[in-house]
């Protein structure tokens, strides 16, 4: 158990929708981090939070935004969804910004979009 | 260009040997953090070992050990005495701090191991 929380596990919902992931992040980890991996592009990095403010984008679409609370959870929210954005979401977490610690992974979300 | 390169993208290894999965990475960065992590089909991402561009020794954990050879930008992964848990994807990822909080973690395409009984 990685003590990364990510809900739901499971997620199907239709084109045009939104949805919101949520991820409780590890005790004492600041850093939060969104994944996407899909089956043609890999593991993609989508944003980071460090302590509530956002510190690095990545590959995060417009449609998609994100948000870390004063509790540290994190949210992401994907709005008008497409077929391609079927993927399984992960959320990482890290003791601190920096290059020298590993990140944790939560189980992630499997979103299927029909 | 691939900042993480993974050539094997898939192993066939009998059980009990020891298997090498390759990485070589791409940074003009002097610090940065090198990254193994396994996914098995059931999807979690589960973190195995890690090595510091400034550390001197290989890393090891239990039955994985990392080889770094700073030079050839190489950090590829050593499983001791393979058991059929360790068929799974394997990633290699690197972490660099290029500018104050604004650092990621980049993985490669990954290896698919599969241990044969």
């Known amino acids: 158990d990685s003590g990364v929380t990510q809900t739901p596990k499971h997620l199907i919902t239709a084109t045009g929708q939104r949805v919101t992931l949520r991820c409780s992040p590890r005790s004492g980890d600041l850093s939060v981090y969104w994944y996407q991996q899909s089956l043609d592009q890999g593991l993609q990095f989508l944003i980071q939070y460090y302590n509530g403010e956002e510190r690095a984008k990545g590959n995060i679409l417009e449609r998609f935004s994100a948000q870390q609370f004063p509790d540290l959870h994190s949210e992401l929210n994907l709005s008008s969804l497409e077929l391609g954005d079927s993927a399984l979401y992960f959320c990482a977490s890290g003791e601190r910004t920096g290059y020298n610690s590993p990140l944790h992974f939560g189980n992630g979300t499997r979103l299927t979009v029909t | ?117």
């Open chain 2, 1 to 117: 260009a691939q900042k993480i390169t993974q050539t094997q993208p898939g192993m066939f290894v009998q059980e009990k040997e020891a298997v090498t999965l390759d990485c070589t990475y791409d940074t003009s960065d002097p610090s940065y953090g090198l990254f193994w992590y396994k996914q098995p089909s059931s999807g979690e991402m589960i973190f195995l070992i890690y090595q510091g561009s400034y550390d001197q020794q290989n890393a090891t954990e239990g039955r994985y050990s990392l080889n770094f050879q700073k030079a050839r930008k190489s950090a590829n992964l050593v499983i001791s005495a393979s058991q059929l848990g360790d068929s799974a994807m394997y990633f290699c990822a690197m972490r660099e701090l290029t500018n104050f909080g604004n650092e990621k973690l980049t993985f490669g395409t990954g290896t698919r191991l599969t241990i044969i009984p």
